[in-house]
């Protein structure tokens, strides 16, 4: 089975103009050996810095501030550097980042950067690696001597994201982070990778982070859920109990703007406003003050004054939600609305 993974207190903050800002804050979060685990946020949550923080990999101006990243059998990536950090990265730790669709070398074939990875990674037989290589390309539906014969710009968008997974899966990595994985795919294709990432996953007990913006994903995918909302992480627990019953506003507003996952395909209603960015992320009180439905109907101080701490109102289930945490209903009572 997959390593597990303990997140402890990360902060990744980047320098601006302003000072450095921090865009992920003392985010804790365990990854189950052989779990999927799916993070979930809108665009400048903070979920791909936390992706790219899984590998070290933060780019200036932005840095590790503060806290962990303990796996099993590797330590602490975050105190990892030089040839540790590097052969981590793509060896026990696969990973695809956002926009794989772009990042292939221009200059070279897929099949010439399948080789230099193997010589990166110290992979002696080369031709069990080619196999390996082409049999996770036939099943995501491609002919894996032409896709090895291919430059990237001989391939379309949704063929080089499949060729990112088939690179961050070919090493036998055993820790597998996934940045929007799926976004350059139709529905149907999505589909059809999200259940081979599912089977590649089980068949080789893996640990999994897969990174999304799209709640969806995570109902097809993921055993937990992980909630990121102004770097903060305000709501985690095992998928099927979150989606049935979320309990922090966000994910609540999250849920009810895809029609699949309401209910009732006729209700579905988008989260109104917009997620902070780094320099307005509020410096006091709940980061989703503004956009929360809750708080609207019943302005409680402590939401003003107080970032709210995750609260385990059950076990693994994790809330950082004022009201929620003191026992009272997400919705707020319909007296208090009128108050
Ligand atoms: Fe809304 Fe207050 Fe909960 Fe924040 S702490 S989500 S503002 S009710
Ligand atoms: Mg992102």
Redesign the pocket.
């Known amino acids: 089975v997959g390593p597990a993974v303990r997140i402890a207190d990360l902060t990744v903050a980047y320098r601006t103009p302003a000072g450095e800002l921090p865009a992920v804050s003392r985010i804790n979060l365990d990854l189950a050996p052989g779990s999927i685990t799916g993070l979930v946020g809108e665009s400048g949550s903070g979920k791909s810095t936390m992706a790219l923080a899984m590998l070290n990999a933060v780019q200036k101006p932005g840095r590790i501030t503060g806290g962990s990243i303990e796996i099993d059998g590797l330590g602490d990536v975050v105190s990892l550097a030089g040839r540790q950090l590097r052969e981590a990265r793509g060896g026990e730790i696969g990973y695809v980042f956002q926009a794989a669709q772009n990042s292939l070398n221009p200059l070279k074939t897929v099949g010439k950067q399948l080789l230099d990875l193997a010589r990166s990674h110290h992979v002696e037989d080369k031709r069990a690696l080619v196999r390996q290589a082409k049999d996770l390309l036939s099943r995501m539906g491609l002919s894996g001597d032409r896709v090895l014969d291919s430059y990237q710009h001989e391939l379309s968008g949704g063929m080089r994201q499949r060729v990112g997974i088939m690179l961050a899966l070919v090493l036998n990595a055993h820790l597998l982070v996934l940045d929007e994985p799926t976004t350059a795919l139709d529905m149907i294709s999505q589909s059809n990778i999200l259940s081979i990432i599912r089977d590649v996953h089980a068949e080789r007990g893996l640990t999994t982070l897969v990174v999304t913006h799209d709640i969806g994903v995570v109902a097809e995918v993921a055993d937990r859920v992980a909630v990121m909302y102004g770097g903060r992480l305000?709501e985690q627990g095992p998928t099927t109990e979150v989606l049935k019953n979320p309990k922090?506003?966000?994910t609540r507003g999250l849920i009810n703007a895809i029609p699949r996952l309401t209910g009732d395909p006729e209700v579905a209603q988008p989260l109104p406003g917009r997620p902070p960015t780094l320099g307005t992320i509020p410096k006091q009180?709940?980061v989703?003050?503004e956009r929360?439905a809750?708080?609207a109907a019943?302005p409680?101080e402590?939401?003003e004054t107080t970032d709210?701490s995750a609260s385990e109102i059950a076990p693994g289930r994790l809330v950082?939600?004022?009201?929620?945490a003191a026992g009272l209903p997400v919705e707020a009572a319909p007296e208090a609305a009128e108050e």
């Open positions: 305000v922090h506003p966000y009180g709940c989703f003050r929360c809750r708080y019943d409680r402590d939401c709210p950082a939600c004022h009201p929620v």
